[in-house]
């Protein structure tokens, strides 16, 4: 049966999900996991807590799936290890090197690839499989049927988000909340700026990235049918009474293989929804799909109590015990209990006294064996012997009871035997050789200029869409022997992908001989059409182990993420030539919604839209291959007076990335990094590389 998974953001989150029925339930622990805002666990509360889950038959998953520097390697690591001790079942995990590390490290924990990983494709599961990973953690913007295609195919199992909050950005390609505020979302210290009032088209009213909430109760069926090993509830922020709630809801539909009724439809959306539910994704229609948070219903704190209530007193949860018992004369009484999992406790008692009166019975002692209330035990097998003309009291039998029951759950909640290897030391860096390439990457076809190709760049970044189209653009740049770059969409569907492998055959028929690449699964396409592969900052490499991996993979360099301190960056160990990206405006969102359209109500994709925050701030919005948008920072990233340091941090290039320029801010701009111009651009930010972020 599929697996119903529950967010458990606090001790009594566990208790809640645990009670209502979840088979396992993913918690936080520390500083190294996407909801550090939850209350999460100490290592003591973490422990209780596994103990608790896997007496009850349910299982753990701890999430350890932020991006670590290279100082915090070893700390979350020892967090891993902890996990590991005490039983998790799984660990889900985002960041590249943090995968190898702990492979290298606890080898025989089962490792998940979070959904910060933006897999959104099958080639990104069979990525995901080859690095050692157990199970894929899909992306929420897939439909059903890209859903079926993926799992269908897939080497290993996949789950993916049933119920609850949708981001408006690809999870893993968000850096909104840390270059607006330093609070990253890839660190678990999103600010939620999604959620604020923007401005379209001069409506300060409007919530343009913010989604409705996830519902999938009523297709449960059909997920199933599609091969998904587990489904998964969002909401380690949210209170323990909407994990009981929804939970209940959920393992209800999936044990009676029914549909919901109207009354639980409404309590999942008094429970907490944003103007509603949506399936738009889910449908493959991304229409209708913006709501915020209204005020909460009168009734629905009388809601919470109830669910507080249900799971607070006793045990809702039950697990299937068998006994049997044996009273001989001269003997003590003796008992065994097993359960459906391979456990088996035994125990003895006070050996039996002469009856004076009526003795023991077989059903007298099944009935005081039957008295598990209280326990997290229900008797579903009761067999039982007793000789005539013997007795005991009842406190013996009861004690007897009791011993089981404890032998039981210690047997349940003991913790498998891991082996435990070394801790991966920094990988050596190759020293830097001449000075850093200089890299231009544009956005269009109109700022391929000769002028700019004049300028002699060492490599050509060229989106696939505009390379494909504007080919004869590109050789002025030939002619000064750039390398030209195909960048890849950092987002290609299954559906999407015969498209992209034709046009990458085509240029690789041209001499384009080398792709950017910014996920792992894209990187297949890339090498399956001939090219060489270069990591681009999607894949958020954020330390040396992530840089190694980044290598291992077969990229040929790798972009050093513009999360980090330039100092960072610096220490980085660069076993593979590493870029930096120095100049222009930075991504913040890769969306499947289309802001554009929302603007203007219509598609006029040829026309970049603007989005403006409360502070007036403008943030461009440009279309995306395959209809997705991509909003850009409203200030440019500028470092061209900070070259004592850029030459210092041991990069093999640096990157401009032109994105609304004019072929002519194009143009000046790269003269200033070359040293041929004082030019300066307007409305300018030094991004996080002084800054850092939470």
Request: some cysteine; overall charge negative.
């Amino acid at each position: 049966m599929i697996e119903l998974l529950s967010p458990a953001g606090s001790p009594e989150a566990v208790i809640a999900a645990v009670q209502n029925g979840a088979d396992a339930v993913y918690m936080g622990m520390g500083n190294f996991n996407a909801r550090r805002g939850a209350k999460n666990f100490t290592d003591e509360e973490f422990e209780r807590a596994v103990r608790y889950c896997h007496v009850r038959g349910c299982k753990v998953y701890v999430t350890l799936n932020t991006l670590i520097n290279d100082r915090e390697v070893e700390p979350a690591l020892q967090a891993a290890r902890l996990a590991s001790e005490v039983g998790t079942d799984g660990i889900i995990i985002q960041d590249l090197g943090l995968i190898a590390a702990v492979r290298q490290y606890l080898p025989d924990i089962p490792l998940h690839a979070s959904t910060q990983m933006s897999i959104h494709n099958l080639p990104g599961v069979e990525a995901a499989a080859e690095l050692g990973m157990t199970r894929a953690v899909l992306a929420r913007e897939l439909s059903l049927d890209q859903i079926r295609y993926i799992t269908q195919n897939s080497p290993i199992e996949t789950e993916i988000f049933v119920h609850g909050a949708l981001c408006f950005c690809h999870s893993g390609q968000c850096y909104m909340s840390a270059l607006i505020g330093q609070r990253s979302g890839n660190r678990g210290m999103c600010a939620q700026p999604c959620r604020l009032q923007y401005s379209l088209g001069g409506r300060m009213d409007d919530h343009p990235l913010s989604l409705k909430d996830n519902c999938l109760i009523d297709r449960l069926q059909e997920i199933e049918d599609a091969g998904v090993a587990c489904i998964k509830i969002e909401g380690r922020m949210k209170r323990p009474e909407y994990t009981a709630i929804v939970t209940k809801i959920y393992s209800a539909a999936l044990r009676e293989h029914r549909q919901p009724s109207a009354d639980e439809l409404n309590d999942l959306e008094r429970a907490f929804s944003r103007q509603g539910f949506t399936q738009g994704y889910f449908n493959g229609d991304r229409q209708d799909m913006f709501g915020v948070r209204a005020e909460p219903a009168r009734d629905t704190e009388q809601l919470f109590s109830e669910a507080r209530k249900g799971y607070s007193e006793g045990e809702l949860r039950r697990v299937p015990v068998h006994f049997y018992t044996v009273v001989e004369k001269n003997q003590p009484i003796r008992a065994i209990a097993f359960d459906d999992d391979g456990h088996k406790a035994a125990a003895s008692g006070r050996v039996p006294e002469k009856a004076r009166g009526q003795g023991l019975s077989a059903g007298y002692l099944m009935d005081q064996m039957f008295k598990t209330g209280g326990t997290p035990y229900n008797v579903t097998e009761n067999r039982a012997q007793a000789e005539p003309g013997l007795f005991l009291p009842a406190a013996a039998i009861n004690e007897l009871r009791r011993s089981l029951v404890a032998d039981l759950s210690e047997q349940r909640g003991r913790p498998p035997k891991r082996r435990v290897g070394m801790i991966p030391s920094k990988p050596k860096s190759t020293p830097p050789g001449e000075d850093p390439a200089m890299i231009f990457q544009v956005l269009s076809a109109e700022q391929l200029t000769p002028e700019l190709a004049a300028l002699k760049p060492k490599y050509l970044y060229v989106p696939m869409t505009v390379m494909s189209e504007y080919f004869d653009l590109l050789e002025p740049f030939e002619e000064h022997d750039t390398t030209p770059v195909v960048v890849l969409p950092r987002v290609i569907t299954d559906d999407e992908e015969v498209i992209v492998r034709q046009t990458l055959e085509k240029l690789f028929d041209f001499g384009i001989n080398e792709a950017l690449v910014g996920n792992l699964g894209h990187a297949m396409l890339a090498k399956s059409a001939g090219m060489r592969v270069r990591g681009d900052f999607g894949l958020n490499v954020f330390n040396s182990l992530s840089m190694e991996m980044v290598r291992q993979a077969g990229f040929i360099s790798a972009t050093a993420s513009f999360e980090l301190r330039i100092a960072q960056i610096r220490d980085l160990s660069k076993t593979i030539d590493t870029e930096m990206i120095v100049y222009g405006r930075l991504p913040l969102m890769v969306s499947d919604q289309c802001v554009i359209r929302h603007s203007s109500g219509r598609c006029t994709c040829s026309t970049p839209a603007q989005m403006a925050d409360r502070m007036g701030a403008v943030f461009p919005v440009v279309k995306e291959f395959g209809c997705r948008n991509v909003i850009y920072n409203a200030h440019k990233l500028y470092l061209a007076d900070k070259a004592e340091d850029l030459y210092g941090a041991g990069l093999w290039g640096m990157r401009m990335m032109f994105t609304t320029e004019t072929p002519r801010e194009c143009l000046e701009v790269a003269k200033v990094y070359m040293g041929l111009s004082d030019y300066q651009p307007n409305v300018l930010t030094r991004g996080l590389y002084y800054r850092g972020v939470e």
